[in-house]
């Protein structure tokens, strides 16, 4: 019994050794079965599976495309590994896979790694597993940079999930690469046997001859040498070295200039001619890792060569409350900022000149300032709206020196221009040697060429720009742009007329003196400031830049803060020999009107020609400020049988007869500062107005006809431009001739007869009269 018990004391032990034995007999899934390796097999190449002569014969372009997959009777595939060796098997790099382990298997990030961090910083986290069911290898085919039919050895294993690894397959590749050709020029174009400045950015292309493959480098390597024109080398820092693209972001690119290694030396004058030049040796290395033939160009480095800066004035356009236009003249090519409203639309325009030839423009706190600048050579003849040209030319010789702009630096009332997204901290601003900031942009940044200034308080600002190009060279001399922002004078502040004068100095038909002292003399009982603007100056001083002619595209030159501050604008085109200007200045003078200004429009026959100017551009200038429809019988004249009419011609208006009470007889003066006036005792034709919204104040006083005077017995009558026919007088006696159109903003008056050839005194009583509505 004792041996009996005591032999029941091993049986724990014996079953806890049988649990071991089980374990360690069982498969990793936990039954009797031992895992089964995955297998995985190469589907698609043209490799072969061993090394033979046929291949060799008949070698295989170097690019090969090869997929593969795989399987686990037992369990599921999880991923795969890869290597290239050559024909003696060892690990070799090729172009796309050039970061390996120590074994030669090609290394990946791995799943949710950082992959901004570069493969070769010890950070990266990189396995040597991979999903890729295929790869796009770049098989060597050179024997030290010589095209050679090479043989190289791919290499594929996998694992399962339960990282058991397949038995390694293997295809042999004997490939063959042509030798490629490589060209060298500057991102500005061909430099060989040009001058260029301190920077220049080389380009560098690649032909290959490889079917299937493309003109793809994998590197290229270039040295520089300066030589004497007799052809003797000169000794220079780090020129004469081999230096390689292979580890840049862009292979096909390389900067030369101050900061670059080599540094880029400026070439000598002697007396005023080169005395030696700069040369590029080059070549390219294919994905083959064939080396091709060098090729050489030379140039020549000038040292003084800088950009020029540029503001572009005619493509910077403003938009606000206070400063619109409500029409888009046809000669925009580009697309300009605009707001729609319930009745019309806004669009932005350029800044108005004022009469002392600065920018300016009503402020508001909505007004948008669209700015664009950029530099010299950028667009033909340096116009943003013509051909863009895309070179660098140095400022004083107009030279294009082959560089690029890499900075634009930008200040706004004298401190470094404040850009929230960018801001101007020390990482953004540079510093003069006299103390002043700027905010600098790098080339490619949102406002690197523009930006919309907003905020901005009344008065005067100054925006100053200046570029850096590849020789880190700054402009000296910066682009200014000054303006100012006046604050909008409302209608209760408005004060003083100003008289414009859209007269031209004609001493037989429109003598300038008398026809400026006839419209002081018909203000000498208003007790305010009396203030006189020529148009005439304005435009030929602005037209002298024609920059600042074409600002507004060629028409308006008269600025609404010139104008805001007066309470009557009074606008006289009393030359009868010249069009009116009037419809130019719609713009301005809408402005004008809109902010509570009151007008008044002096003309004659050629209200007529402005009238159908309007109505072909459909500018709403008539109707809106004097209620006249936009139709042709809006505005007509006074006709003989010929339809002529011109001022020596149908001198038929005497007077002006009210038609309300309000106002008195307007007689012509006589003798008149006109001869012919004088001579024939009446005023050539003036424009009367048919159908109209607004009010008649004035109708049109006509001679008497003179007996027989009508168009079948024209002949019998001694003058028909002295006298009207019958059928004449009936077509414009009492006819509307002047309107009063009353708007919600202002008072709105157009004469159709110049008031200058008027009585003084009579025109003072009507002046005296208007003045007493507009309190």
């Known amino acids: 019994m004792k041996k009996i018990k005591k032999s029941y004391q091993f049986l724990p032990i014996l079953f806890s050794v049988f649990i071991v034995i089980s374990l360690f007999s069982c498969g990793r899934k936990g039954n009797l079965s031992p895992n089964i390796k995955p297998v995985v097999v190469i589907t698609s190449s043209y490799g072969e599976d061993s090394l033979n002569a046929n291949a060799i014969a008949n070698p295989l372009t170097f690019r090969q495309k090869i997929f593969w997959r795989a399987n686990d009777p037992d369990g599921t595939v999880k991923d795969f590994a890869f290597r290239i060796l050559n024909e003696n098997g060892n690990p070799i790099p090729t172009p796309g896979y050039e970061h390996i382990d120590e074994n030669g298997w090609v290394l990946h990030y791995q799943n949710g790694a950082d992959e901004n961090i570069p493969m070769e910083n010890p950070e990266a986290q990189l396995t040597i597993w991979t999903e890729q069911n295929y790869a796009e290898i770049n098989f060597p085919a050179n024997i030290e940079g010589d095209s050679a039919v090479v043989t190289s050895i791919f290499e594929l294993k996998c694992k399962d999930n339960n990282n058991e690894e397949s038995d390694i397959v293997k295809k042999y590749f004997t490939v063959f690469s042509r030798k490629p050709q490589v060209t060298c020029s500057s991102s500005r174009g061909d430099i060989d046997g040009k001058t260029v400045g301190k920077g220049i950015?080389?380009?560098?292309?690649?032909?290959?001859?490889?079917?299937?493959?493309?003109?793809?480098?994998?590197?290229?390597?270039?040295?520089?040498?300066?030589?004497?024109?007799?052809?003797?080398?000169?000794?220079?820092?780090?020129?004469?070295e081999w230096i390689s693209t292979k580890n840049q972001d862009d292979v096909t690119r390389f900067v030369l200039n101050q900061f670059s290694s080599p540094i880029l030396v400026p070439n000598e004058f002697i007396d005023g001619e080169p005395a030696d030049s700069t040369f590029l040796i080059y070549r390219a290395v294919d994905l083959a890792g064939i080396i091709s033939e060098p090729d050489t160009i030379s140039f020549f480095v000038n040292s003084d060569f800088h950009p020029g800066s540029l503001i572009y004035i005619t493509d910077t356009f403003l938009l606000g409350e206070n400063h619109y236009v409500t029409q888009r003249d046809a000669s925009i090519t580009q697309v300009i900022p605009s707001v729609q409203y319930t009745d019309n639309i806004h669009y932005a325009t350029p800044f108005w000149i004022d009469k002392n030839g600065i920018f300016t423009a009503i402020n508001s706190s909505d007004l948008k300032i669209y700015l664009h600048w950029g530099w010299h050579g950028e667009y033909e003849e340096d116009d943003p709206l013509g051909r863009i040209e895309g070179e660098i030319l140095d400022e004083d010789t107009n030279s294009s020196y082959y560089a690029e702009i890499t900075y634009f630096d930008l200040r706004l009332d004298?401190?470094?221009?404040?850009?929230?997204?960018?801001?101007?901290?020390?990482?953004?601003?540079?510093?003069?040697?006299?103390?002043?900031?700027?905010?600098?942009?790098?080339?490619?940044?949102?406002?690197?060429?523009?930006?919309?200034?907003?905020?901005?308080?009344?008065?005067?600002?100054?925006?100053?720009?200046?570029?850096?190009?590849?020789?880190?060279?700054?402009?000296?001399?910066?682009?200014?742009?000054?303006?100012?922002?006046?604050?909008?004078?409302?209608?209760?502040?408005?004060?003083?007329?100003?008289?414009?004068?859209?007269?031209?100095?004609?001493?037989?038909?429109a003598p300038e003196e008398p026809i400026n002292n006839a419209y002081f003399e018909f203000f000498t009982d208003f007790s305010g400031v009396v203030s006189l603007i020529n148009r005439k100056d304005i435009y030929d001083m602005i037209v002298d830049d024609l920059q600042l002619y074409n600002l507004h595209f060629n028409k308006s030159v008269l600025s609404p803060t010139d104008l805001q501050a007066y309470k009557l604008v009074v606008f006289h085109s009393d030359n009868q020999t010249e069009d009116s200007n009037i419809y130019k200045e719609f713009d301005g003078l809408n402005l004008y009107v809109e902010s509570g200004g009151n007008l008044i429009l002096s003309g004659g026959s050629n209200l007529k020609t402005a009238f159908q100017y309007c109505l072909d551009e459909e500018i709403p200038l008539f109707e809106k400020f004097f209620g006249i429809p936009a139709e042709e019988d809006s505005v007509y004249l006074v006709a003989n049988e010929d339809n002529e009419a011109s001022f020596l011609k149908l001198q038929f208006f005497v007077n002006a007869i009210p038609k309300i009470e309000e106002f008195e007889e307007i007689s012509l003066e006589l003798p008149s500062f006109v001869n012919s006036v004088t001579l024939k005792e009446g005023l050539g034709p003036v424009a009367l107005f048919g159908n109209n919204q607004a009010e008649t104040i004035f109708g049109y006083g006509c001679k008497q006809p003179q007996e027989g005077t009508n168009f079948e017995n024209w002949d019998e009558v001694n003058d028909n431009d002295q006298y009207p026919s019958l059928e004449q007088f009936e077509q414009c006696n009492g006819n509307s001739v002047a309107l009063r159109n009353n708007l919600e903003s202002g008072k709105c008056y157009i004469f159709g007869f110049p008031l200058s050839f008027m009585n003084i005194e009579d025109v003072k009583v009507m002046m005296n009269r208007i003045l007493s509505e507009l309190e």
């Open 201 to 240: 950015r080389l380009e560098f292309s690649i032909i290959d001859f490889d079917s299937y493959v493309g003109s793809v480098p994998d590197y290229f390597e270039f040295k520089l040498e300066r030589k004497t024109i007799d052809g003797e080398t000169i000794a220079t820092e780090g020129y004469g």
């Open 414 to 509: 004298d401190a470094p221009y404040y850009y929230p997204p960018f801001p101007p901290d020390e990482n953004n601003t540079v510093t003069d040697e006299d103390g002043k900031q700027w905010l600098r942009i790098p080339v490619g940044n949102e406002i690197d060429q523009e930006t919309v200034l907003t905020g901005l308080e009344d008065g005067t600002h100054k925006f100053e720009m200046r570029v850096v190009d590849l020789q880190n060279e700054i402009d000296p001399t910066p682009a200014e742009l000054i303006f100012r922002l006046d604050a909008l004078i409302p209608q209760n502040e408005k004060a003083g007329i100003l008289l414009i004068d859209d007269d031209t100095d004609n001493p037989a038909f």
